[in-house]
């Protein structure tokens, strides 16, 4: 939690801050979620949520700078040939997006870097790995320490602004190997990358 504190603390000063050329906001949308990199299960894409604050402070023209805070809820569906399980993942996350407003049109990409606040599995999967032979159940169990806690991303999007209203979609490709379990090999050893597709509405306040 020490690394979101700093950005944390300067993203509300900045709000609490009167600028001319400054606006602060607050969002929320749907995640479509899913974690890549799983050899010998198929991932599809689960829908979460999230939801946040941002801070959009515009440099010059069409240009601004965007960082957000937000709360995201992000993981995947995951079935084998002995596994069918459901992965939820939750996260601190903090984009710093550049941003270019041409009329009602906004385009908006830049790193993200996301704190893994803990993570849970549920349904059929793999409880033990014995002198090579597998334990199935089915089973709801704590899984935060199946995974890294530090997240990097890149993210990048568009969307429409109608006066405070936005609405936007977003693309989420994370950059790091998440997978932290301990002794396993082979398939049940991948490496995960967080893949996720927002889509959300935020209502901004203060200058423009």
Known sequence: MKALA???????ALAATPQAHAQFGVKGGANFAQLQGRSGEDATYKTFYHVGVLYQWNLLGPIAIQPELQYSLQGSN???AFTDYQTKLHYFTVPVLAKVT???IFVEAGPQFGYLVSANQSGQVQITNTNGSASYGQVSQDATDQYKRADFSLAAGAGLKFGALSLGGRYVAGLNDINDAKNLTGIND???KNRVFQVYAAIQFGGK
């Open 102 to 104: 041409v009329g009602p």
């Open 6 to 12: 700093l950005p944390t603390i300067a993203l509300l």
């Open 78 to 80: 995951l079935k084998g």
């Open 190 to 192: 991948p490496r995960l």
